[in-house]
C-alpha cells in the first residue's frame, strides 16, 4: 500500500516537472522569435540592405561561377547558401523568378518542382543528369512543358533511350529553343542501335538549336524541323542516312548557322565520287566543324558545299583509309572552292607538326585556333622526316593562292632544303618567319634553303644579288650553329644575313634563341658579331 502511494507522488512530480518544461520551452522559443525579430530589425538597418530588391539580386548572383573538376569531383560555386544568411535574404531570393531558371537537377525530382514553381513566370532552362531521370521527375516536367525553354539530358543510359524518346515525342514544347542529349561517353559500348530523336516541327514549333552526343541518338527522320534549325551540332553519333539523303537534308537547312560533325558516322552508300558530287548551298552557314570523321566523307562533304556566309571552318582528318592522307587532296580544288573566300584572306599561318601524335596542323596564326580556319590531319606518315616534309608541302599547296606575309612553324625537328625553297617561291611576299619552336637541325636548313639564289623569271633583266623573300623584315629563330659539323655549315647564317644585306634586304630584326652548350666559347664572341653587323637589331 505504501509503495503505491509513492508511485502516485513520483508521477504527480514528474507530471508538475513536464509541465513547467513545457511552459519554459514555449517561453523559450518567444523569447528566440523575439531576438530573430531583433536581428531582422537590426539586418534591415545594414547599408546593404537599404538596396534595392534586385540589386541585390545582382549582388547575389555575381558570385554564381561555371562548374568545374577538381580531382574528379565536380565542383559548384552557388549562391544559393546566402538565402541562409537571413529571413531578408531569402525572401528576396525566392521571390525572384530570374534566381531559379537555370535548373540542374542531379537525383531528387523535388528540386525541380521548387525550382519550376519559383520561376513560373520565366522560362526554364533544364538539365537533367542520369541519376534524376525516373518517372517521378519526369512527370513533374511533364506539368510544366509550357516553361521549359532549353532541356539537356546527360549521360542518359542506352535502355532508357527508347523510354525517354517515347516521353519526349508525346509532349509538346511550345517555347523549347535548345535541346542538348548526350549518352554515356563512347567509352561504354552501348550493343542498342542508335534511336531516332523524333523531333518535328508539330511538338517543338521553337527549336533551333539541337545537339546530340554519344552514339544513343540519331537526327530525326522525319525532315519538318531542318528547315528551322539555326545550330545542329553531333558528337560521337551515327546518321543512318545514304549520302544522297544527307545532301538533301543539308539543302533543306537554310537557316543553319552553326554545323558541326565530330566523329560522326556518315554512311558511304551512294556516296559519289568528288568530281560528280552535286552542289548544296547553305546560305547562311557562318561556323563549319568537321572533326574526326572518316576521309572520303569530309573530302565528298567539302567538294559538295557552297557556304558564301562561312567565317569559321575546323577540319580535322583521320586518313586511316587508304587514299592520298594530304590536306590539299581533302579540301575541295578550283577557285570555285567553298574555302576561298577563307584562305583569300589569310595572311598569316601557324604551322605544326606533332610526330607522337602522327599530326600536322595549320591555322591562322594572327587569330590563334578560333581564327577563321583550322585544319589538322592524322597523317599516316611512315616516318618523323616524311611528317615534318609533308607538312611544310602541304602548306604551299594548301595556301597557294593566299596572300601569307606572315609564317610561324612550330615542332619540326627536320625537313629538306628543296621544300623551303617551294615555300620561299610560292610566297615571296613573306616577311615575318617564326621558326623559334623548331629542333636546330630544321632551323639550320631554313638558312641553307634561304641561302640559295632564287631561279630568274623571264621578267628578270637583272638576277644579281636576288634573294627570296624581298620583304623580309624579321626572322624568330633558335640557334642552328651547333648543327653543322664543317666550317661553311657554321657560318651558314651569318652568310646569309650579309648576302641580304649587300643586296638591300637586311633584316630589321632577327631574334636568336639559343644555348650553346656545344660551342667553343672562344668563338662566340665572333660568330655574334658577324651576326650583328649584318642585321637592324638583334635580340638574344
Known amino acids: 500500500m505504501q509503495d503505491n502511494q509513492d ?142 525553354r532549353s532541356l539537356t539530358i546527360m549521360n542518359l543510359e542506352g535502355h532508357r533511350k527508347e523510354s525517354f524518346t517515347s516521353w519526349l515525342t508525346a509532349r509538346r514544347w511550345p517555347i523549347l529553343e535548345k535541346m542538348d542529349v548526350a549518352g554515356l561517353s563512347h567509352h561504354f559500348i552501348d550493343a542498342l542501335p542508335p534511336a531516332d530523336i523524333g523531333l518535328t516541327i508539330e511538338n517543338a514549333p521553337s527549336l533551333r538549336d539541337l545537339r546530340l552526343q554519344a552514339r544513343a541518338f540519331h537526327p530525326p527522320t522525319e525532315g519538318s524541323l531542318y528547315p528551322h534549325l539555326r545550330t545542329l551540332q553531333l558528337i560521337l553519333c551515327e546518321w543512318p542516312i545514304s549520302f544522297g539523303r544527307l545532301l538533301d537534308v543539308l539543302e533543306s537547312m ?18 559519289p565520287d568528288a568530281q560528280h558530287a552535286r552542289t548544296v548551298t547553305l546560305p547562311r552557314l557562318r561556323s563549319f566543324t568537321l572533326e574526326l570523321n572518316r576521309y572520303l566523307p569530309i573530302t565528298l562533304l567539302l567538294a559538295s558545299l557552297n557556304l558564301p556566309a562561312v567565317t569559321s571552318v575546323r577540319v580535322q582528318i583521320d586518313a586511316s583509309e ?154 624568330d629563330t633558335v640557334a642552328s650553329l651547333t648543327v653543322p659539323r664543317t666550317e661553311e655549315g657554321f657560318w651558314t647564317m651569318p652568310r646569309v644575313l650579309r648576302a641580304r644585306k649587300e643586296s638591300g634586304h637586311m633584316l630589321q630584326v632577327l631574334r636568336v634563341y639559343h644555348d650553346f652548350p656545344d660551342l667553343d666559347h672562344e668563338r662566340l664572341p665572333e660568330y655574334l658579331a658577324e651576326v650583328r653587323e649584318c642585321v637592324g637589331s638583334l635580340e638574344r
Not at 618567319?433 to 636548313?445: G, K, L, M, Q, W
Open 7 to 148: 508511485s502516485q507522488t513520483l508521477l504527480k512530480r514528474r507530471a508538475a516537472l513536464v509541465s513547467q518544461e513545457e511552459l519554459m520551452s514555449r517561453a523559450l522559443r518567444k523569447t528566440q522569435r523575439s531576438i530573430l525579430e531583433i536581428d531582422e530589425l537590426l539586418n534591415s538597418t545594414l547599408p546593404i540592405n537599404s538596396l534595392p530588391n534586385e540589386i541585390l539580386v545582382k549582388i547575389f548572383r555575381s558570385i554564381q561561377t561555371e562548374p568545374w573538376i577538381l580531382e574528379g569531383r565536380l565542383i559548384e560555386w552557388s549562391w544559393l547558401p546566402i538565402q541562409a544568411v537571413c529571413r531578408l535574404w531569402r525572401r528576396v531570393i525566392c521571390s525572384n523568378p530570374l534566381s531559379w531558371r537555370t535548373i540542374t537537377v542531379y537525383s531528387r525530382h523535388e528540386w525541380l518542382q521548387i525550382c519550376l514553381e519559383r520561376c513560373s513566370d520565366v522560362h526554364a532552362d533544364v538539365t537533367l543528369y542520369d541519376g534524376s531521370l525516373d518517372t517521378d521527375t519526369l512527370a513533374v516536367l511533364s506539368q510544366w512543358t509550357s516553361a521549359v
Open 254 to 271: 537554310t537557316s543553319i548557322e552553326d554545323l558541326r560533325l565530330e566523329k560522326t558516322f556518315i554512311h558511304t552508300v551512294g556516296m
Open 322 to 475: 587508304q587514299g592520298p592522307h594530304t590536306i590539299a587532296d581533302t579540301l575541295p580544288r578550283g577557285r570555285s572552292s567553298a574555302l576561298n573566300p577563307i584562305l583569300d584572306a589569310i595572311t598569316s599561318v601557324y604551322v605544326s607538326a606533332d610526330e607522337y601524335a602522327d599530326q600536322y596542323t595549320f591555322y591562322d596564326s594572327s587569330a590563334g585556333w578560333a581564327g577563321p580556319l583550322y585544319v589538322s590531319m592524322f597523317s599516316g606518315a611512315t616516318d618523323r622526316f616524311e611528317l615534318m616534309s609533308r607538312a611544310l608541302a602541304d602548306f604551299v599547296n594548301v595556301f597557294s593562292h593566299s596572300p601569307i606575309t606572315e609564317l610561324s612553324v612550330s615542332s619540326l625537328s627536320a625537313g629538306s632544303e628543296s621544300v623551303w625553297v617551294d615555300v620561299f617561291n610560292r610566297f615571296p611576299g613573306l616577311e615575318v618567319i617564326n621558326t623559334r619552336d623548331c629542333e636546330p637541325e630544321a632551323a639550320h636548313t631554313f638558312w641553307a634553303a634561304l641561302s640559295q639564289t632564287p631561279s630568274p623569271s623571264a621578267d628578270d633583266d637583272d638576277v644579281q644579288g636576288a634573294v627570296f623573300c624581298p620583304r623580309l623584315r624579321l626572322v
